[in-house]
């Protein structure tokens, strides 16, 4: 098939009305692992993949699964990986376990000085992986779990399946080909994109996390095939990266745009410069699929971030670039309040499929998180907004004057294509209330596991 644009026959591309009308319900593709919310950074560090499971438990209990099809993931391959990252680090982060890990780095101390051991020492410090990026049990399966939600999503996306792609367990950023950063090993956005730049001249990828997206700038910085687009804190903050004078380079100059900003962002003015930036994307690159990270570090009251975003601010976002009725891949990212990521990441589900829920939560298994409100949605903190109206205004104008010099909407010409990834979905709709059980021939799932009861 030549193109995925929307299977049911409407164009690619359509830039909103003025009023930004959307009327229907998008066919919605939502891949879960079930074991997900089982792997463990180690104690005290904030990035929680139980997250993802809680996000799930609300998804579940809001219903909102009887409104999409859910797949578990095809767990991507050491190949799969490899077509962004080094055959060496893929290797390692397959073969690396927290023993072997603990002893290079005891062994690392002057006292030893075993050959091989020093080698395993070396290897640690150059993929970086240690404080941030511990080694912790199932790290690599962890990482074929995203990495093949990802994927997934993008098959769905090229065969014309979905509308729209989530995969929660994505959206990993930072990791870069050679080395791991930021809590991330395994780029799964950059493999996603890659899997749709096989039937999509043209992919927008834009990052909402509070953190740059400068792992997959750096992937597609040469290139106009991908225009990546982050809104980010920048100045004293990981990774450093993301200067608005950033542009891209070579062929990719002016396709890699940086927004950056100051503490406190707070819905309006995000929304103020989110909605224009995106319009005019829209209109002069004409991507025919637009990846968006969900990171939801950018929420008022993370643990890490410091912006002032409510939920609803933070899903304005998706609500935007869903109007335009482009194939559409949602991933999540940072986000380190639990409870506020999934809230969040529960009711992006909810905005992609066309629904409001109802403000007051479910009962479900983790409802001691969300007191003493119970509700979906969280209020801004009262804190000030460090990004003026001027700076606010002069980072629109700079972007706009980006914009207004690309050509519109570069054609590529198709290579021969690489054949398809093999992600044989395994549905399994209604998980909970499995009426019609289908392809799904493992062993039985359990969607309220009890192996980790919430933090004290
Ligand atoms: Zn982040």
Redesign the pocket.
Known sequence: MASSSAADGSEGASVASAACRDGRRRRVSYFYEPTIGDYYYGQGHPMKPHRIRMAHNLVIHYGLHRLMEISRPFPASATDICRFHSDEYVDFLASVSPATAALASAQAQPAYDSASASASARQLKRFNVGEDCPVFEGLFEFCQSSAGGSIGAAVKINRGDADIAINWAGGL?HAKKCEAS?FCYVNDIVLGVLELLKYHRRVLYVDI???HGDGVEEAFFTTDRVMTLSFHKYGDFFPGTGHIKDVGFGQGKYYALNVPLNDGMDDESFRGLFRPIIQKVMEVYQPDAVVLQC?A?SLAGDR??CFNLSVKGHADCLRYLRSFNVPLMVLG???YTMRNVARCWCYETAVAIGVEPDNKLPYNEYYEYFGPDYNLHIQPRSMDNKNSAKELENIRIMLMDYLSKLEHAPSVPFQARPPDTEAPEEDFEEMEHRRQPKLWTGECYDSDPDDQKPEP
Do not use: E, F
Request: hydrophobic residues 15%; glycine residues 50%.
């Open positions: 950023h930021g996390d509070i953190h990171g570090d890490l971030g990212g940072g986000g």
